[in-house]
């Protein structure tokens, strides 16, 4: 018997499914089983159902379809009798074919010897781009000392799923609108008790714009400054290669001041007549350095004479061998934009950061966050203000504390024993390390060699504006002891043939 007969709501009108945008018109009376094989067989091929995709259940296709559902299983079968398809039980119909198309090549693993044959060190030849970040994260490589990222490993899941099953279980329907681009309010009210606890911040919470980490921050500061007639923000040098692009993307100079041992060179500033400043006070990236009590006195007399700070507070939590650091924002409010985030206290991918800005421009801040996305996702806000209202946040911080510490002295001792002509930056807080050496190797070139072994470093030179000592931006915290001593050691093996008599190792 034919499986191809039409139904009763076949004579009236034609019928389509959202899977594969099928139409039911498309296909002859009598030939539909072969029609929808067809289709089907397409989209494999063109990779619109790749491998491992489901196919809909044969009832409810042959619903949305408005034929009969032996008009699907035969189809099925026949694509089932091609190979192309599978029936994997409770798993559904599974694509499992080949598509006659090549898939795109993907990278070998690395050859036995260490060598990551595939690596793009073509990454370090050329000026970086807006895209370098991107392109070095989906890079290759065994063991990754990239800086600025914490020990993801150390999520806290149990207590965010804690929170978030309180969230959800007292949850009214309103709430799942759409919330102030501000922020929601419990999560405003978290942020300035946290900073009131741990930065000395005294914040009212109606002034607190929750934003998509730091670099929103600085994109909506941008728009807000040109629009007042601001087109320079002075930046450190050497300083973060991603904040300088951030600001120049909104088409903002970016004039280098230079940083020496006490942070950032305030009569530079003062002589290059920029009117805003971004700075990293508390640990300075990517030297590490804390801004000295002394130029902290300079920078507010350089505010109060009009002059505006953006002031990123990049990782003030993160602190192992010195006191905290105190904010600029608690000393000056009415002259700096406070930025934070809980990228490097949880994950980046949370997308969670806040900005307290000066309260003449808050308004203004506000319209450019809800012109832009309405406002951050409303549930993972209540979720962390959950989690921050719960001390969960601060036992957390803790624990990375003692974690990093371990790691950081790894990285430590392995620089001492593998590059003992090293110079290491920045140890007292953080987490990275910045080195310099002597030797006559450029520093994109040596990041390159480390890459094609499958280590994978920033040069310091990404991070500069003026030719500077070469060097390297190595991130810990991540990474375990053992992968730590791996890494450094390759670094060090790179570098041997280049070097004379050994330095001694010295810590800054």
Same mark, same amino acid.
């Given at each position: 018997?034919?499986?191809?007969?039409?139904?009763?709501?076949?004579?009236?009108?034609?019928? #389509?499914?959202?899977?594969? *945008?099928?139409? /039911?018109?498309?296909?002859?009376?009598?030939?539909?089983?072969?029609?929808?094989?067809?289709?089907?067989?397409?989209?494999?091929?063109?990779?619109?159902?790749?491998?491992?995709?489901?196919?809909?259940?044969?009832?409810?296709?042959?619903?949305?379809? *408005?034929?009969?559902?032996?008009?699907?299983?035969?189809?099925?079968?026949?694509?089932?009798?091609?190979?192309?398809?599978?029936?994997? #039980?409770?798993?559904?119909?599974?694509?499992?074919?080949?598509?006659?198309?090549?898939?795109?090549?993907?990278?070998?693993? %690395?050859?036995?010897?260490?060598?990551?044959?595939?690596?793009?060190?073509?990454?370090?030849?050329?000026?970086?781009?807006?895209?370098?970040?991107?392109?070095?994260?989906?890079?290759?490589?065994?063991?990754?000392?990239?800086?600025?990222?914490?020990?993801?490993?150390?999520?806290?899941?149990?207590?965010?799923?804690?929170?978030?099953?309180?969230?959800?279980?007292?949850?009214?329907?309103?709430?799942?609108?759409?919330?102030?681009?501000?922020?929601?309010?419990?999560?405003? +009210?978290?942020?300035?008790?946290?900073?009131?606890?741990?930065?000395?911040?005294?914040?009212?919470?109606?002034?607190?714009?929750?934003?998509?980490?730091?670099?929103?921050? +600085?994109?909506?500061? &941008?728009?807000?400054?040109?629009?007042?007639g601001i087109h320079q923000v002075a930046v450190e040098d050497p300083g973060s290669l991603g904040a300088r692009q951030q600001l120049r993307n909104w088409h903002l100079d970016t004039p280098p001041i230079p940083v020496d041992p006490q942070g950032l060179r305030v009569d530079e500033l003062r002589a290059s007549g920029a009117p805003a400043v971004l700075l990293t006070p508390a640990h300075q990236f990517p030297t590490g350095v804390v801004l000295g009590g002394r130029r902290r006195r300079e920078l507010m007399r350089w505010a109060a004479d009009g002059g505006l700070v953006i002031e990123d507070d990049y990782d003030a939590e993160h602190r192992y061998d010195r006191p905290p650091v105190p904010a600029l924002r608690s000393m @000056?409010?009415?002259?700096?934009?406070?930025?934070?985030?809980?990228?490097?206290?949880? &994950?980046?991918?949370?997308?969670?950061?806040?900005?307290?800005?000066?309260?003449?421009?808050?308004?203004?801040?506000?319209?450019?966050?809800?012109?832009?996305?309405?406002?951050?996702?409303?549930?993972? *806000?209540?979720?962390?203000?959950?989690?921050?209202?719960?001390?969960?946040?601060?036992?957390?911080?803790?624990? +990375?504390?003692?974690?990093?510490?371990?790691?950081?002295?790894?990285?430590?001792?392995?620089?001492?024993?593998?590059?003992?002509?090293?110079?290491?930056?920045? %140890?007292? &807080?953080?987490?990275?390390?910045?080195?310099?050496?002597?030797?006559?190797? $450029?520093?994109?070139?040596?990041?390159?060699?480390?890459?094609?072994?499958?280590?994978?470093? *920033?040069?310091?030179?990404?991070?500069?504006?003026?030719?500077?000592?070469?060097?390297?931006?190595?991130?810990?915290? $991540?990474?375990?002891?053992?992968?730590?001593?791996?890494?450094?050691?390759?670094?060090? %093996? @790179?570098?041997?043939?280049?070097?004379? /008599?050994?330095?001694?190792?010295?810590?800054?």
């Amino acid at each position: 018997m034919s499986r191809d007969k039409a139904g009763p709501a076949d004579k009236s009108i034609t019928a #389509g499914s959202d899977f594969l *945008q099928l139409d /039911t018109g498309d296909a002859p009376p009598r030939g539909r089983s072969e029609w929808l094989a067809t289709q089907l067989r397409l989209a494999i091929s063109d990779g619109r159902l790749p491998l491992g995709s489901r196919l809909p259940a044969t009832r409810t296709l042959a619903t949305d379809l *408005q034929v009969s559902r032996g008009v699907v299983t035969a189809a099925y079968q026949r694509l089932i009798d091609d190979g192309h398809i599978a029936g994997r #039980g409770r798993a559904g119909t599974i694509v499992v074919a080949t598509p006659l198309t090549p898939p795109t090549p993907q990278p070998r693993p %690395a050859t036995p010897t260490g060598k990551n044959t595939t690596a793009d060190t073509t990454l370090f030849t050329a000026r970086p781009g807006t895209d370098i970040f991107d392109s070095l994260r989906a890079a290759p490589a065994r063991i990754d000392l990239s800086p600025g990222v914490p020990d993801l490993a150390a999520f806290p899941r149990t207590a965010w799923l804690r929170a978030e099953r309180s969230i959800l279980s007292d949850l009214s329907a309103a709430h799942l609108g759409y919330g102030d681009p501000r922020g929601t309010p419990a999560l405003r +009210l978290a942020v300035a008790n946290w900073l009131a606890r741990n930065r000395g911040i005294r914040a009212d919470p109606q002034q607190i714009l929750i934003v998509a980490g730091v670099a929103q921050a +600085l994109a909506l500061l &941008a728009q807000i400054l040109r629009h007042d007639g601001i087109h320079q923000v002075a930046v450190e040098d050497p300083g973060s290669l991603g904040a300088r692009q951030q600001l120049r993307n909104w088409h903002l100079d970016t004039p280098p001041i230079p940083v020496d041992p006490q942070g950032l060179r305030v009569d530079e500033l003062r002589a290059s007549g920029a009117p805003a400043v971004l700075l990293t006070p508390a640990h300075q990236f990517p030297t590490g350095v804390v801004l000295g009590g002394r130029r902290r006195r300079e920078l507010m007399r350089w505010a109060a004479d009009g002059g505006l700070v953006i002031e990123d507070d990049y990782d003030a939590e993160h602190r192992y061998d010195r006191p905290p650091v105190p904010a600029l924002r608690s000393m @000056l409010p009415d002259r700096v934009f406070y930025a934070g985030s809980v990228s490097k206290l949880l &994950a980046p991918a949370i997308r969670v950061g806040w900005l307290l800005p000066p309260p003449e421009h808050h308004d203004a801040l506000v319209a450019a966050k809800r012109n832009a996305d309405l406002g951050n996702a409303v549930l993972p *806000q209540l979720v962390l203000a959950h989690v921050m209202a719960s001390g969960e946040l601060e036992r957390q911080l803790r624990f +990375l504390r003692r974690r990093h510490r371990r790691r950081r002295d790894a990285m430590i001792d392995a620089i001492t024993t593998h590059l003992p002509g090293a110079i290491v930056h920045g %140890a007292a &807080a953080g987490l990275h390390l910045m080195i310099t050496y002597q030797a006559p190797v $450029a520093d994109t070139d040596l990041a390159a060699a480390a890459l094609a072994r499958g280590v994978k470093v *920033q040069p310091l030179s990404w991070h500069t504006q003026h030719p500077d000592r070469p060097g390297l931006v190595l991130g810990y915290a $991540a990474s375990t002891p053992t992968d730590i001593t791996e890494g450094i050691a390759t670094i060090a %093996a @790179l570098l041997r043939p280049h070097t004379g /008599t050994p330095a001694r190792h010295r810590t800054t």
